[in-house]
Every structure is written in C-alpha cells, then in structure tokens.
Nanobody, 125 residues
Framework: QVQLVESGGGSVQAGGSLTLACAAS????????MGWFRQAIGKEREGVAA????????YYHSSVKGRFTISRDNAKNTVYLQMNSLKPEDTAMYYC??????????????????WGQGTQVTVSS
C-alpha cells in the first residue's frame, strides 16, 4: 500500500515561492509515476504537474508552465514541486498522487490510485 505525505504548504504573497514535498513509502520508486494536483474551493481537482518513474519525462498544466518545476529523488522516495512567481489563483489544497503504471493522461486524476492528505497553499495579493 502506497502512503504519501505532503509538506511545505503555507501562506505567501503574490510573486513568492514555495516548495512542496511528498514523502512516499510502500512502493518501488523506480516504477511509480507521480503527480501533483490541486483543488480550490468550489472547483474541480486539476492536475498541476507529473513526472515519470525515472524522472526523465515531466508534464505541466499550461497555467503553471514556466513557474512550477516537478522533480523527484528516488533515493529519498520524495517528489518535489518548486513553485515560483505564485499568483492568488494558485491558492488551493495541493495533493500528491501515485500511479503504479504509466498513465495515458498524466494530469488526469483518475489515472492515480494513491493519494496524500494534501497541504494548503494560500497566495495573497
């Protein structure tokens, strides 16, 4: 059973930066696709970024491309989301997710079977 624990959320002003971390256990890092999703109040969950098992392929939502960077350290079983130039519209609960197979659509939530509890990111203007 894959277990995921997010950390690093908080409150920042627009233009600021945060780095989220997702510590994973109970899985084989080298064969697990990972993603970051977010859900704002009153909105559907959306895929923000995803990374292949080996880290060689990354995927981003158009709204964060150029501002967010997903990375992973398989030796530490940890996935990161570096968020720069944050905007108020980035405010949401951010979730880490894992898939034991390569997803057809990496930013689609139903492709992932394991989820963390989430960490809140609040960006003020």
């Amino acid at each position: 059973q894959v277990q995921l624990v997010e950390s690093g959320g908080g409150s920042v002003q627009a233009g600021g930066s945060l780095t989220l971390a997702c510590a994973a256990s109970g899985y084989t890092a080298s064969s697990t696709f990972m993603g970051w999703f977010r859900q704002a109040i009153g909105k559907e969950r959306e895929g923000v970024a995803a990374i292949s098992a080996g880290g060689g392929s990354t995927y981003y939502h158009s709204s964060v491309k150029g501002r967010f960077t997903i990375s992973r350290d398989n030796a530490k079983n940890t996935v990161y989301l570096q968020m720069n130039s944050l905007k108020p519209e980035d405010t949401a609960m951010y979730y880490c997710a894992a898939s034991q197979r390569f997803p057809w659509t990496p930013l689609l939530s139903r492709e992932y079977s394991s989820w963390g509890q989430g960490t809140q990111v609040t960006v003020s203007s």
